[in-house]
């Protein structure tokens, strides 16, 4: 008869981070087909800088190289930002986030397992609120634009921070659909007007909305891999999705529908791969229902009334404040006692 207890064979990090990469390849492929290739140069940068930033903190702190850098988790760190970054931005641009999420908020933290904070969200946020003209600077989708950029011309714009000679950057550049929304409704236009835009598609911006169904089958198959539990991006999309309707359907004429919010912006991007972090989220079931439901209400509300169009990475931020207080107060009732 066997008895108890039984050792299984848990998924390494490595395995579990590198099956998020797997993840992430059709929305790379997407944005490539919306965007074009300098995205690609962008993901490399970052994740040259996240590797060597790593190996320059593990160093210092005289901790093994090799078995950290083979984890992933800079990795997926590192695209992460690439992929919340305009793909035209100048190289140095991800260079600094990357290197303040790797550096500051997880190294100096102690590493994987100790940031309390998601230091792709907090690299982002830097970047935001330091360089918030550089940050709004997207290229228009290929399908929007008559001459789109080719690959050379993107990457003579990232390294030399100009076009070449004849190309017009406001030829090519483009607000995203939040943030045409929000212009818009402080002009007093109604939501049926401003959704007629080019930049809109059916769901979503237009191009965008491939983006964000590809974030979503990528999201499906690390649930089908039970990499993540289906209380973070279900919570997470349904009180956005409630949210968005409840305001919708008390005024559809100035709030967008909840199609909208959930096609849009980070939002898939963030119920599969943001905020199902397992270090800065918390640990508990419940727990994880309350936070993904606090992230999807703040962002709306910074969407709809804050200075930002998408409020997605400060929402993450202010949750991971509120991880401790969550776990404390959400964990289950230990067999044989009572309440």
Known sequence: MNRSPYISNAPSVGSIMFKVLLALVPGIAAYVWVYGGGI??????????ALVA???MLKLRKRPIQPFLMDYSA????WLLALAIPPIAP??????GTLFAIVISKQLYGGLGYNPFNPAMIGYAVLLISFPVLMTKWPAALQLTQTP???GEQLHLIFSGALPQGVQIDAVTSATPLDYLKTQLMLKHEVSNITQAPVFGVLGGKGNEWITGAYLLGGLYLLQQKIISWHLPTAFLAALALISGVFWLVNPEYFASPLFHLFSGASMLCAFFIITDPVSGPTTPKGKLYFAAGVAIIAYLIRVYGGYPDGIAFAVIFMNICVPLIDAHTQPRVFGHEK
Request: net charge negative; aromatic share 12%; proline share 0%.
């Open 91 to 96: 190289w140095w641009l991800i260079v600094v």
């Open 54 to 56: 790593e190996a320059a």
């Open 149 to 151: 950029l080719s690959f």
């Open 40 to 49: 690609l140069v962008t993901l490399i940068l970052a994740t040259i800088t």
């Open 75 to 78: 990795i997926v760190t590192a």
